[in-house]
T-cell receptor, first 115, second 113 residues
Framework: KAGVTQTPRYLIKTRGQQVTLSCSPI?????VSWYQQTPGQGLQFLFE???????NKGNFPGRFSGRQFSNSRSEMNVSTLELGDSALYLC??????????????FGPGTRLTVT | GENVEQHPSTLSVQEGDSAVIKCTYS??????FPWYKQELGKGPQLIIDIRSNVGEKKDQRIAVTLNKTAKHFSLHITETQPEDSAVYFC????????????FGTGTSLTVIP
């Protein structure tokens, strides 16, 4: 089974621009979560989508948004980029299961650099 | 919300020795505790997990223990090998928060040949 894929792997943008990142989950996984990873803040939850609906949202400004398509692929968008948005953006997919959180499998990430 | 603390931040061991990484959590509702290994340039890889109805779980050289009363869980790696060198993250989640995971700050493990 193919793992979680993320595109692009690397991206350089200028302050004020916007960016869209893409994630394809493991086949059969309908939950997709996004995380931001930085040396200073570690891994921080952005949001989770299941069946095209946002189920959970972390503590990030409204410039960060996402969506999920009917085939479970997900995109996240960051508008009006700031230098502090430079980070590794990770996508994780999981099967939902009764009785608790499901195992999450991460993609390789998209390295975003804002100049 | 949940707060996960992880110690130590760096750990060096001789090849063949054991390594132990400890995490504490604050939310008594947390019931799922995965551990991830992240190598340079890669995403985190799930290596073992434990649910709150179990006290210990083993998978070859890796084991995880959970103490719900004290709200702490630990990763044990025995017979360490150079390829175990990586950053390890613990995480906690609960049924209340779906798939929102709270991560520790990571432990950089170096296994010295």
């Amino acid at each position: 089974k193919a793992g979680v894929t993320q595109t692009p792997r690397y991206l350089i943008k200028t302050r004020g621009q916007q960016v869209t990142l893409s994630c394809s989950p493991i086949s059969g996984h309908r939950s997709v979560s996004w995380y931001q990873q930085t040396p200073g803040q570690g891994l921080q939850f952005l949001f989770e989508y299941f069946s095209e609906t946002q189920r959970n949202k972390g503590n990030f400004p409204g410039r960060f948004s996402g969506r999920q398509f009917s085939n479970s692929r997900s995109e996240m968008n960051v508008s009006t980029l700031e230098l502090g948005d430079s980070a590794l953006y990770l996508c994780a997919s999981s099967l939902l299961q009764a009785g608790g959180p499901g195992e999450q499998y991460f993609g390789p990430g998209t390295r975003l650099t804002v100049t | 919300g949940e707060n996960v603390e992880q110690h130590p931040s760096t750990l060096s061991v001789q090849e063949g020795d054991s390594a132990v990484i400890k995490c504490t959590y604050s939310d008594s509702a947390s019931n799922y505790f995965p551990w991830y290994k992240q190598e340079l340039g890669k995403g985190p890889q799930l290596i073992i997990d434990i649910r709150s109805n179990v006290g210990e779980k083993k998978d070859q050289r890796i084991a995880v223990t959970l103490n719900k009363t004290a709200k702490h869980f630990s990763l044990h790696i025995t017979e360490t090998q150079p390829e175990d060198s990586a950053v390890y993250f613990c995480a906690a989640s609960s049924s209340n928060t779906g798939n929102q995971f709270y991560f520790g700050t990571g432990t950089s493990l170096t296994v010295i040949p």
